[in-house]
C-alpha cells in the first residue's frame, strides 16, 4: 500500500534533510574553496563561503614542491594490485567457508575473524622486522602484502561468505548434474552472481588502501616511493609549518578518485551490503 505524502510534508521534509547535509558538505566544499585561496584567509573567521580572490597558482605548486605525480601514480597502482588481489583471495576464501564442508570450518573461520580484533599498531614492529629481513624496507611491498592478506582480507571474505551463504543450494546441484566440478560451479554460476557483493568489497579495499597511512610512514623513507596520505604532510615551510593552501589543494586532487569510485559503484555498494545482511 503505497502512502501520499502531502506537498508541506515533503517540502519540510527536504529542508530537514538539507539542514542535515550541512556538517557532511562543508568541510568539503571548504577544502575545495581554501585551496584556491591566499594562505592568510584560508583560516579567516567566519569563514568565507566563496574566495575572495581565486589563487590557482596552488595546484601548480603541488606538483613543484613534491613529485606529486609518482606519488599518485604510487597510491593508485597500489590500490588497483591490492583491490583485486583481496577481490579475488576473499572471494575464494569466502566460497570455500560458505559452501565446501571440510573438518573444523566454523572453528577455522572463527580464528581467521580474529584477525579482525587486532589492531594494526599491535602487529606493525613484527611485520617491520619480517620486511627488513626480506629486504623491503622502502618498497611497495609490505603496502600489498599486508593489506591482502590481513585484516582488509578477512573483512573482504566474511563479506563475500555471508553473499554465498545465501545463494540456493538448488543451483549447484543443477550444476554438478551437468557435470561441472567444484571451481566451475564457483568460477561460472557463483561468481558471477556475486558482483553486488564483489563491489562492496572492491570500494571497501580500494578506499582502506587509498587512505592507507600507517603503514607507509613505517615502510617508506624516500619521496619518490611516498603514497599519498604521506606525500599531504610535506608540504611545509622553511620552518616546518604548513602551506595549508597548498595541502588542501593537494587534498582535492586525492579526494577525486574517492568520489568517482563511489559514484560509479554506488549501486554495487548498496546491493552488496543488502545481500550480505549488513547495515550501516
Not at 119 to 125: M, Y
Request: hydrophobic share 55%; with cysteine.
Amino acid at each position: 500500500m503505497k502512502t501520499d505524502l502531502s506537498p508541506r510534508f515533503q517540502v519540510g521534509l527536504y529542508g530537514v534533510m538539507c539542514v542535515l547535509l550541512i556538517p557532511f558538505v562543508f568541510p568539503t566544499w571548504w577544502m575545495v574553496t581554501s585551496s584556491v585561496k591566499p594562505i592568510s584567509d584560508v583560516f579567516a573567521f567566519p569563514p568565507d563561503l566563496w574566495p575572495r580572490q581565486f589563487d590557482f597558482s596552488t595546484y601548480r605548486q603541488v606538483f613543484e614542491l613534491q613529485p606529486f605525480t609518482q606519488q599518485y601514480w604510487n597510491s593508485a597502482y597500489i590500490a588497483a594490485i591490492v583491490t583485486v588481489g583481496t577481490m579475488v583471495i576473499s572471494s575464494m576464501a569466502g566460497y570455500a567457508f560458505a559452501r565446501i564442508r571440510f573438518p573444523f570450518s566454523n572453528a577455522i573461520f572463527m580464528v581467521v575473524l580474529l584477525g579482525l580484533l587486532i589492531p594494526s599498531e599491535v602487529t606493525i614492529v613484527p611485520l617491520f622486522q619480517i620486511f627488513l629481513k626480506w629486504g623491503m624496507i622502502n618498497t611497495h611491498w609490505p603496502l600489498i602484502l599486508v593489506p591482502i592478506f590481513g585484516a582488509p582480507s578477512v573483512f573482504a571474505t566474511f563479506v563475500m561468505r555471508q553473499f554465498f551463504i545465501a545463494l540456493p543450494g538448488e543451483l549447484e546441484e543443477a550444476a554438478r548434474v551437468d557435470g561441472l566440478g567444484r571451481f566451475k560451479i564457483f568460477w561460472l554460476i557463483a561468481l558471477p552472481l556475486a558482483k553486488p557483493a564483489l563491489g562492496a568489497v572492491a570500494i571497501f579495499t580500494f578506499l582502506h588502501s587509498w587512505n592507507l597511512y600507517l603503514e607507509p610512514i613505517v615502510f617508506l623513507s624516500s619521496s619518490s616511493m611516498f603514497t599519498l596520505p604521506q606525500a599531504l604532510t610535506q608540504f611545509t615551510d622553511a620552518y616546518g609549518g604548513a602551506m595549508w593552501n597548498i595541502q588542501l589543494a593537494a587534498a582535492t586532487m586525492t579526494a577525486i578518485p574517492v568520489l568517482l569510485v563511489f559514484i560509479v559503484a554506488q549501486k554495487q555498494f548498496v546491493e552488496g551490503l543488502a545481500h550480505t545482511g549488513l547495515k550501516g
